[in-house]
């Protein structure tokens, strides 16, 4: 792969996932570690290393960019990745006076439901090549338990408050 069909991967995937940094990640994941591009061990440490760094959720496009080209491609990454919000910041205008109607409504939903679809797949496809081994598991549970319980108790103004499950 070349520079530049990078770059371009990276723009087509973020234009069609609305820049969902998350969406991305089964995209990039067929394009790229499928491809032999990157080794799915590589693909996963890129996008570790971008969700653990602060900023946006699709930086490990920086990551990627840096794997495969160095520091130059990584900055360029970062620019073709923030480039169409400013490009999409006219069009914002247009949808605020659109967006009471059905279609415009009903095309949001379709998007949303695409996105949580994709990034459920992403999910699955990653923890079932990750998930091997016992030790992988034991880590797998404990982190669900935690965010799940994280969810259900949150602070009051006496102390902790027991939050009734929907």
């Known amino acids: 792969m070349r520079l530049g069909h990078f770059l371009l991967l990276v ?8 820049g969902n940094g998350p969406v991305m990640i089964p995209l990039f994941q067929k394009g790229l570690a499928e491809g032999g591009v990157l080794s ?22 920086a990551a990627l960019g840096y794997l495969l080209f160095g520091i130059a491609c990584a900055l360029l990454a970062v620019l073709v990745i923030v480039l169409p919000a400013y490009l999409v910041l006219p069009l914002v205008r247009g949808y605020e006076r659109i967006r009471h109607l059905r279609l415009a409504r009903r095309f949001t939903r379709g998007m949303t439901a695409a996105s949580v679809g994709l990034i459920l797949a992403a999910a699955l496809q990653i ?40």
């Open 127 to 166: 923890g079932n090549r990750s998930l091997t081994g016992r030790g992988g598991w034991v880590v797998f549970v404990l982190v669900l338990g935690f965010m799940l319980l994280r969810k259900r108790f949150t602070p009051g103004p006496g102390g902790t408050t027991l939050r009734p499950l929907p």
């Open 40 to 61: 799915e061990e590589q693909f996963l440490f890129a996008v570790a290393v971008g969700q653990l760094t602060p900023g946006q959720a699709n930086l490990y496009v």
């Open 11 to 18: 723009f087509a995937l973020n234009a069609v996932a609305l």
